[in-house]
Every structure is written in C-alpha cells, then in structure tokens.
C-alpha cells in the first residue's frame, strides 16, 4: 500500500533568477526542480525546506514563509499508484553573496531565468510556481 510522503521545497530568487537543482536519484533523476526534499519525523515544514536547501546546495537562508501545497502523484505504466508526496512549497531569504554548490542528491545547482527553466525538464509544479512569480511576484499564493 502507497501512503502519502511529506516533503518540502524552498524557492530562492536573486534578481531575475531561481536557484535550481538537477536531481541525482529516483523518478525524478535528470529533472530540474526547486531545492527540497523529505520531511523528516518532527521536523517542521519550514525547517525542512531550509535544512534541504542548504543540503543540496550550501546556501544558508532565512525567513522562511509557506507558498503552497502540491499533490505529487505517480503511477507505473499499468496505471497503479506508484508514489504520492505532499509538497509544500516555501519561500525564504539568502545573503546575495552565497554560491550554490551542487551536494547530497543534487547533480547541480545553478540559477536560472525564467525562461531557461521553461526549457529544462522540470515537473508542472514548478512551472506553475515560476508563472505566478513572474505575474504577481513572491507575494502569498
């Protein structure tokens, strides 16, 4: 039986840009998404996000703020459930001078342009975050 994960992932933006990673392991191998990854046992959402920022990438942010919530759900070829996070997604602050570097399940880690992350294999949730950035800023959902 497949129960739903909880996972967490953190936005950063500099200028025109968001900080992104090419993910190493799982389904998701080769993709290109927000850093983040699994909740784990009382940890909060917040701290979650953080923690796997600077995980994934080294940067240290702060102010830490709840963007919204994601059904993540996948099924095999023959239709069955195969995996189901819930996501929740997060905005947070950084220092400008902070450098990513690529680490844990993170291949790379580099900022991009809007329009370059349209081009990169990247999951819908993503694509739907960086098109409410770009209308309406990093304001509430």
């Known amino acids: 039986m ?9 936005v950063l ?11 190493a392991h799982g389904q998701a191998a080769g993709d290109y998404a927000f850093p983040g990854g699994k909740v784990e046992p009382g940890e909060l959402l ?20 709840f963007f919204r919530f994601y059904d993540l759900i996948e ?4 239709g069955l ?4 996070y819930v996501l929740a997604v997060h905005l947070a602050d950084t220092d400008d001078q902070q450098r990513p570097v690529a680490a844990d399940d993170a291949l790379e880690a580099a900022w991009y342009t809007a329009a370059e992350i349209r081009a990169l294999p990247t999951p819908a949730s993503v694509l739907e975050c960086i098109e409410h950035f770009e209308v309406y800023g990093l304001g509430p959902a």
């Open 46 to 65: 917040a701290e979650a996000a953080l923690r796997e920022l600077r995980e994934e990438t080294g940067i240290k942010a702060y102010n830490p703020r």
């Open 2 to 10: 497949i129960y739903p994960r909880i996972a967490a992932s953190c």
């Open 75 to 78: 099924h095999d070829a023959a």
């Open 81 to 84: 459930l195969s995996s189901h």
């Open 13 to 23: 933006k500099r200028g025109n840009t968001y900080l992104m990673v090419r993910r």
